[in-house]
């Protein structure tokens, strides 16, 4: 006995590839924040590895800064000249203001 179920065989296919294809749609809208999540922490990552990287070029300006103070005498004269208006006895200083108005051209 040969049994032919013709369009409940295929209609059977059909349905069981719906309910895969909706499966793994419901897999997909569920890791898909978690995926977003993801690529929005790796960009905070990045962002957040290039400020390291600024403010550790900071500290070593500064590190050089405070060594050059540190050993080095005509580097605190000269910030005492620039900065405080510092002069050694019997010496003129003669400070020029930045010009405001440019000649024109």
Request: with cysteine; charged share 25%; glycine share 4%.
């Amino acid at each position: 006995m040969n049994v032919n179920l013709g369009i409940w065989s295929r209609l059977t296919k059909v349905v069981i590839g719906l309910v895969v294809l909706a499966v793994l749609l419901l897999i997909g809208m569920c890791y898909l924040p978690l995926i977003q999540e993801n690529e929005r922490m790796q960009a905070e990552i990045l962002r957040l590895n290039q400020q390291i990287l600024s403010e550790q070029e900071k500290s070593r300006q500064l590190q050089a800064q405070l060594d050059a103070l540190r050993n080095d005498s005509n580097t605190v004269e000269r910030l005492a000249r620039e900065k405080l208006g510092y002069a050694k006895p019997d010496e003129t200083v003669i400070h020029f203001e930045p010009a405001t108005n440019l000649p024109a051209r």
